[in-house]
């Protein structure tokens, strides 16, 4: 028997964001809460800037029995799954894949149960600078840009149109680099 080989697509972290979004990646019951500072969260995404390793996912594609044994967040407002569809549950990689997620949407989350939301829009990019970091204030749109812009095609369009041209380069080289950022996954 002369098995063809499956084709995997290489995953991106534009996929991952996309799959999140859809409710197709849900965190299990049983994983800790969110607890990541935005500090850190900053960190994570200069990592992916520079090419660096952020470490693998580990998912676990559920049987259909297990399709509702997933904790829902009500900041990340993910859609219900369907009732046909499998789910797959991050088993490693709930902190760093939740901080991408609201940081991508640029949503406001609570790092811990109870505790005040954290504005998750102010970690930017410093275009001068090339840096990642969470700012105490908002964006000003020409030099400190919020990471949600780079995922937000309407959103980075408005900031776009309004740089100078060394900082569209900068900018392009951003949004390139984050959407298309490799990501593995177990």
Not at 51 to 66: H, L, R
Not at 87 to 108: C, E, H, N, P, W
Not at 121 to 127: E, S
Not at 138 to 149: A, G, N
Request: hydrophobic share 30%; aromatic share 12%.
């Amino acid at each position: 028997m002369n098995e063809s080989p499956i084709e995997v697509r290489p995953r991106v972290l534009s996929d991952v964001i996309l799959e999140m979004g859809h409710g197709e990646l849900r965190i299990p019951r049983f994983q800790r809460d969110y607890v990541w500072e935005s500090t850190r969260v900053a960190k994570l995404f200069d990592s992916i800037y520079k090419g660096f390793p952020i470490g693998s996912f580990f998912y676990w594609i559920t049987p259909q029995e297990y399709k509702d044994h997933y904790r829902d967040i009500p900041d990340l407002n993910l859609p219900k799954p369907a009732s046909y569809e499998q789910i797959k549950m991050i088993l490693d990689g709930q902190q760093r894949l939740t901080s991408l997620y609201v940081t991508a949407k640029g949503l406001s989350l609570s790092a811990k149960s109870g505790s005040k939301k954290k504005d998750y829009k102010k970690i930017c990019f410093d275009l001068d600078t090339e840096k990642f970091e969470s700012v105490k204030q908002k964006e000003d749109k020409q030099r400190i840009i919020s990471v949600y812009r780079f995922f937000d095609h309407t959103a980075g369009d408005e900031v776009y149109d309004t740089l100078t041209p060394e900082r569209r380069k900068t900018f392009t080289k951003c949004k390139s680099t984050l959407n298309n950022y490799p990501i593995s996954i177990v």
